[in-house]
């Protein structure tokens, strides 16, 4: 057996992701009393509030994961999709390109790559092995999962985007930070195109190094028949109906195009125009609920570990623990750390931001350091370790058929490539 072998079969031992969650609630329970002066009756209630106020995220999360495999299931999508995955004629090929979809998708939004890029994973796993071409299953969808390694750095990212709105709460103290400052900067865009250039590198040199495997093999479906329904297309019809209230409400709302919710409205319209019929619509989002079980179940698990570090002060305790020892020399990078550790305990950017975000910009201003620069140092924090933390992958996993074990050999690898990048970044720049 080679050192790869071993390495992959080391991760063959990791828990599921449900086991994983509640492990590290019972360790968030322990830190909650350890950690704080916390009584059990402020720690329950911590819990028990957490519990349920993720309900509306949960609820868009499992809109775009449905709605999105509903979308695909579409003759148009359908074909679009096997165009691309036919065009793919080798193992390697696949999780180059792979990954650098998931990167590009993830810059834009992590929501719509996290959908598209399971989905794009699962077509050419199905087609590579209707042409018995042999890859690497777990590689395959590790590379699908890149984009939450850029998103924070992106056009979706939650903390950048929120300073520069004038509505956000520390807005007295700081102000508003526009998006050039941060999302645009000199060096967010060399994370970036760093980002772009070696990942999917890692990738094709990993796959060629252990050679082309089929770890899991996703199964062949059976060919879709689109039946014919007669009648008036009345989800075509309904879709338009949306499309003009969805149109006049943006115009007056003035809302970002890339909110979650105004994704899931261009979903649900694009979907239900595609289909035309109710009836085959509805089956496709049938199909779809399939996968979305995780998220049912673990965003409420997630919630109350967020909580327990919100209202017991603990995530206050850790970051003012590491941040007890920053100069203006190691500053971002132990902010950049800090914000990783919160992540695989609080795997919500945006939740983390309002929680973490103001103990880290006092500490920036009272050493008179850059208040953008802090804000991409928890942004990149916060989206290596999702490489760690296997949450956000469930609607990938759920679509493709594979293990947070098949992944996780080859997202920690990413994690550690990221790790140098995103330090690189803080130091240079």
Request: glycine share 8%; net charge positive.
């Amino acid at each position: 057996m080679t050192w790869q072998d071993r390495y992959i079969t080391f991760f063959k031992k990791i828990p599921s992701p449900f086991h994983l969650a509640i492990y590290l609630s019972v360790l968030a329970l322990l830190l909650s009393f350890l950690c704080t002066e916390a009584s059990i009756g402020d720690v329950s209630v911590a819990w028990t509030k957490g519990f349920w106020e993720l309900l509306p995220f949960g609820m868009q999360m499992l809109l775009i994961l449905v709605l999105g495999s509903a979308l695909a299931e579409s003759r148009v999508a359908q074909i679009l999709i096997d165009e691309i995955a036919n065009r793919i004629t080798s193992g390697r090929q696949a999780v180059f390109w792979m990954s650098v979809f998931a990167l590009l998708s993830g810059y834009l939004n992590w929501g719509l790559s996290l959908v598209f890029s399971a989905l794009l994973a699962k077509k050419i796993s199905q087609s590579l092995t209707e042409r018995k071409i042999k890859y690497n299953h777990g590689l395959l969808v590790a590379s699908a999962y890149l984009g939450l390694m850029v998103w924070h750095g992106g056009l979706s990212g939650s903390a950048p985007l929120d300073v520069a709105s004038t509505a956000h709460k520390l807005v007295d103290k700081i102000g508003t930070v526009n998006t050039r400052e941060t999302l645009a900067s000199n060096m967010n865009l060399f994370s970036l195109a760093c980002c772009l250039l070696f990942l999917p590198l890692v990738s094709f040199l990993f796959s060629k190094r252990q050679g082309a495997q089929q770890n899991a093999i996703i199964q062949v479906e059976e060919d879709r028949k689109y039946t014919s329904v007669k009648g008036l297309p009345v989800g075509r019809i309904f879709a338009l109906l949306m499309l003009f209230f969805f149109v006049i409400s943006f115009w007056h709302m003035q809302s970002s195009i890339l909110s979650l919710n105004n994704i899931n409205m261009m979903l649900f319209i694009t979907a239900l125009a595609l289909h035309g019929h109710l009836a085959i619509f509805m089956a496709s989002v049938q199909k779809g609920l399939g996968n979305a079980v995780g998220i049912v179940l673990q965003f409420p698990i997630y919630a109350g570990l967020m909580g327990l570090l919100k209202y017991t002060g603990l995530l206050s305790e850790i970051s003012a623990a590491m941040l007890q020892i920053a100069d203006v020399s190691n500053f971002y990078f132990l902010s950049f750390l800090s914000a990783g550790l919160t992540n695989i305990l609080v795997p919500s950017g945006g939740g983390q931001w309002q929680v973490q975000g103001p103990i880290l910009i006092e500490v920036a201003q009272q050493l008179g350091l850059s208040i953008p620069k802090t804000v991409m140092a928890l942004a990149y924090g916060d989206q290596l370790t999702n490489m760690l933390q296997p949450f956000w992958a469930l609607p990938l996993l759920g679509i493709t058929k594979a293990k947070v074990s098949d992944i996780l050999p080859y997202t920690l690898v990413f994690m550690m490539v990221g790790f140098l990048i995103f330090t690189a970044a803080l130091y240079i720049f």
